[in-house]
């Protein structure tokens, strides 16, 4: 691992170079160099997932005042999923610095996205035995805390599950859902999806998934029937 390369680009210096480069140690390349006697990340990973837990419930607790405890939940587990530890990840590239076997290596685990959600919660741990919880809040409130603030885990709340309940106030409704656009290049696609009631009345939504995209649109479509009745 160039830990040189990875601390220049996050703007880190790690007290114990040998913590960083085990949150980037995949069991794969432990077991195809048993005679280094390494460690790899999994303990690491253990300890991280329950680091970002409180970081982002400390988040959501002080930032959102008005939101309920119930919504609150919702949208935290949203954020620490499998999905969304893989897109951060992926986003910062974390992908080039992990340690594989050849065999994890020759099947895509660069590219695997249980592997690299691992990654990002095993490096978290080493950074909070490193340099504490405050350095880890400052590294969540660089790259993980805007995406709250852009609303892009805006599906958690189940706004289609909302939009369904109103609608179906009215007997003769009809409510459909349907992706018009996919752009962007493979590994970082955006989505376009439309929401029609009874065939009239058009929302969009864009996002990251298709369910992302369909969840915006019912929540734009919620906005504008609200403003209107």
Do not use: W
């Not at 280094?36 to 997932?49: A, H, I, Q, T, V």
């Not at 590994?187 to 969009?204: C, L, R």
Request: hydrophobic share 40%; glycine share 6%.
């Amino acid at each position: 691992m160039e830990v040189e390369k990875f601390e220049k680009e996050f703007e880190l210096q790690f007290n114990n170079k040998k913590l960083l480069i085990q949150a980037f140690t995949h069991s794969s390349y432990v077991n195809e160099h048993r005679q280094n006697k390494l460690m790899d990340n999994e303990r690491l990973e253990f300890l991280g997932d329950a680091v970002l837990e409180l970081g982002v419930s400390e988040y959501l607790y002080n930032d959102n005042v008005k939101m309920p405890e119930g919504e609150m939940t919702k949208l935290r587990a949203a954020i620490v999923c499998e999905e969304s530890l893989y897109y951060f990840s992926k986003v910062l590239n974390f992908n080039e610095f992990v340690r594989l076997g050849r065999g994890e290596e020759q099947t895509g685990g660069r590219a695997r996205q249980a592997l690299l959600a691992d990654v990002f919660e095993a490096f978290l741990g080493a950074l909070f035995i490193d340099q504490g919880f405050k350095t880890v809040t400052e590294f969540l409130k660089k790259f993980v805390f805007p995406n709250i603030i852009t609303g892009a885990f805006s599906y958690a709340m189940d706004y289609k599950s909302e939009l369904q309940e109103l609608i179906q106030r009215d007997k003769d409704f009809k409510l459909d859902y349907s992706i018009i656009e996919e752009r962007g290049p493979s590994h970082s696609k955006e989505f376009v999806a439309e929401v029609k009631v009874n065939e009239k009345t058009t929302q969009i939504g864009i996002g990251k998934t298709k369910k992302e995209a369909e969840q915006r649109a019912a929540q734009n479509m919620l906005t504008k029937l609200n403003e209107s009745s």
